[in-house]
């Protein structure tokens, strides 16, 4: 498991109309800008940037091992669209890429039996692509000064890219989660905080294991103008790996 420091990212938001709805005439506070209309067909699409440094690896009794840095950049282009009420859908598809650069690095000649047809990613440089679709229902139970809205998701590989090393763009499984999100101004300022939870079931690929896990995050945003805003968050990750070349050659897909 790698450690990774807070991450940073910026979100250009717009509005759009949609099943012959009027556009969005303009934010009526904070909630309008992050969702930019309660009317049902409506919705908004944003392109959202993201960067963040993973810093050596924990071992099995929790230590950090000092194996060498991973890099990762993702362009998020996002769409939200009110169905109901008190019911909306969030796509999005990241552009990612990602680098490690250490001496832990993942050679798939090395595995038993070898796989020579395997790609190396973990080679110092940049390796990138689309990853994976995400489609999020959510229901917005409490809709007040604090925003609860519990959510059920799936993750859907949109290409077979390479899943083996550190630069890997993603494990190309399928996944679903389940979680609640909350979401309250600070004040009456531009800012604002961001807590959410969920509980991911991923695609039993390796013969026994279950690599389920609990997903925390933390975010602080601030709407630094219309139409723009910045966020700085923290991930937690808490679920069982991998272990050994042989889980590897499990792998059914």
């Not at 940073?8 to 930019?36: I, K, M, N, R, T």
């Not at 796509?91 to 890429?97: K, L, M, S």
């Not at 001496?103 to 973990?122: K, T, Y």
């Not at 809205?149 to 996944?175: E, H, M």
Request: glycine content about 12%.
């Amino acid at each position: 498991m790698s450690r990774e420091i807070v991450a940073l990212g910026a979100h250009l938001l717009a509005g759009v109309a949609l099943a012959c709805a009027s556009p969005v005439a303009g934010a009526q506070g904070l909630f309008d800008v992050e969702e930019p209309t309660s009317r049902v067909g409506s919705g908004a699409w944003s392109l959202g940037f993201h960067a963040s440094r993973g810093e050596g690896t924990f071992t099995d009794d929790g230590e950090v091992f000092a194996a060498g840095d991973v890099d990762t950049r993702a362009l998020i282009l996002g769409l939200d669209y009110r169905f109901a009420e008190r019911w909306s859908l969030a796509a999005h598809v990241p552009f990612v890429r990602r680098r490690n650069q250490g001496f832990l690095s993942h050679n798939p000649a090395l595995l038993r039996p070898p796989r020579p047809g395997v790609p190396v990613v973990d080679d110092g440089d940049w390796h990138g692509g689309l990853q994976d679709l995400s489609l999020v229902v959510h229901y917005d139970w409490i809709d007040d000064a604090m925003r609860v809205r519990p959510f059920v998701g799936i993750s859907i590989p949109t290409r077979d890219y390479p899943f083996f090393g550190n630069s890997a763009i993603g494990t190309r499984l399928v996944k679903g989660k389940l979680g609640v999100e909350v979401v309250r101004p600070i004040g009456l300022s531009d800012f604002y905080w961001r807590a959410q939870y969920a509980y991911e079931v991923i695609e039993r690929s390796y013969e026994g294991v279950n690599t389920n896990a609990h997903l925390g995050e933390l975010e602080l945003g601030w709407f630094a103008a219309r139409g723009l805003r910045l966020r700085a968050f923290a991930t937690e990750r808490d679920g069982k790996g991998l272990g050994g070349d042989a889980d590897y050659g499990r792998r059914t897909n």
